[in-house]
T-cell receptor
């Protein structure tokens, strides 16, 4: 399966600031996704990162808060904007080589907002 | 509205015995189901999956059973090992490879 690297692995940020999380894959993949796992909760899909076009966001998530880029088939970024303590979560990217294969996840970015 | 439910937050099993983790879903459009294992400070690791056209899939010590009429699936681990201690997530999608809906997870503890 693909090797997925996320940076940073963790960060502590001030309220009102923004952080960009990077997801790098060692092979070209069709599908990339961004998830959030809030403390004690399950994983929730934020958006599907589409190469060459705007990301597709799930209900409750908006582009102004979580802008996503996907410039090519191996790389994507998620920005968490104007952060508040409620944004403290683990953010994970996942990839699926094609629609008939399971998603594989990076190790996540642990984000704490003070 | 939780579409994928794991009603047991935790499960404790002795080494060598069977572990059975359960998952229920409500959306009849789901046709692809997966189990992931997660260790602290790591991302979820894919374990095993099953398509809705099957009722059983086996991979080594891991077997997943799907009961479509009951909208229920289970993961059997035989024999259980201490290294299996982790959080197990059930997930579902309506097309393989697209967005996954996750349950809240079950923490499995295997004691030696």
């Amino acid at each position: 399966s693909a090797v997925i690297s996320q940076k940073p692995s963790r960060d502590i940020c001030q309220r009102g600031t923004s952080l960009t999380i990077q997801c790098q894959v060692d092979s070209q993949v069709t599908m990339m996704f961004w998830y959030r796992q809030q403390p004690g909760q399950s994983l929730t899909l934020i958006a599907t990162a589409n190469q060459g076009s705007e990301a597709t966001y799930e209900s409750g998530f908006v582009i102004d808060k979580f802008p996503i880029s996907r410039p090519n088939l191996t790389f994507s970024t998620l920005t968490v904007s104007n952060m508040s303590p409620e944004d403290s979560s683990i953010y994970l990217c996942s990839v699926a080589p094609d629609r008939y294969q399971p998603q594989h996840f990076g190790d996540g970015t642990r984000l704490s907002i003070l | 509205d939780q579409q994928v439910k794991q009603n047991s937050p935790s499960l404790s099993v002795q080494e060598g015995r069977i572990s059975i983790l359960n998952c229920d879903y409500t959306n009849s459009m789901f046709d692809y189901f997966l189990w992931y294992k997660k260790y602290p400070a790591e991302g979820p690791t894919f374990l095993i999956s099953i398509s809705s056209i099957k009722d059983k899939n086996e991979d080594g010590r891991f077997t997943v059973f799907l009961n479509k009429s009951a909208k229920h699936l289970s993961l059997h681990i035989v024999p259980s090992q201490p290294g299996d201690s982790a959080v197990y997530f059930c997930a579902a999608s309506n097309q393989a490879g697209t967005a996954l809906i996750f349950g809240k997870g079950t923490t499995l503890s295997v004691s030696s």
